[in-house]
């Protein structure tokens, strides 16, 4: 739901090694824990159904983005209000909910950092923008 205009609003989000002959890998902001305003940025690797007796599961394998960063970027990101990530090894994914999954983000990578850093597009989207005003990105 935007917290801009109330509406439900869908993002395709995808992760897929062949999406259109390249490979593709989207990002999403996840809701940590429910009923409070903690998120996350994650990469979407692989998304998934499980059965079990008779519930279905969806799930999604993630890479995690919230390592602390380099010192040498933060006060110019600082002074520009950017928003730097830093993922975790692959090795270091994890399996979540599909449904913690709050909406898709734009993520840029850094080509200056040596880590593969990203950072967080926030400005031509309102509703992204809002949302990281009231959000606490954890780690």
């Avoid at 992760?15 to 409070?36: E, G, I």
Wanted: with cysteine; proline share 4%; charged share 20%.
């Amino acid at each position: 739901m935007s917290v801009i205009d109330w509406h439900w609003t869908g993002n395709i989000i995808r992760a897929n090694p062949f999406f259109h002959s390249q490979p593709r890998y989207d990002y999403a902001l996840v809701q940590v824990t429910p009923n409070d305003n903690k998120c996350i940025f994650v990469q979407l690797i692989y998304i998934f159904q499980v059965q079990h007796l008779q519930n279905t599961f969806n799930l999604v394998l993630v890479l995690l983005l919230d390592l602390p960063c380099l010192a040498q970027h933060r006060s110019r990101d600082e002074a520009l209000r950017l928003t730097r990530l830093c993922p975790h090894r692959r090795s270091d994914s994890i399996i979540i909910d599909a449904n913690t999954i709050i909406r898709g983000g734009l993520l840029m990578l850094d080509l200056e950092s040596r880590g593969g850093e990203l950072l967080v597009n926030n400005f031509i989207d309102e509703d992204m923008w809002m949302r990281l005003k009231k959000i606490e990105l954890v780690t």
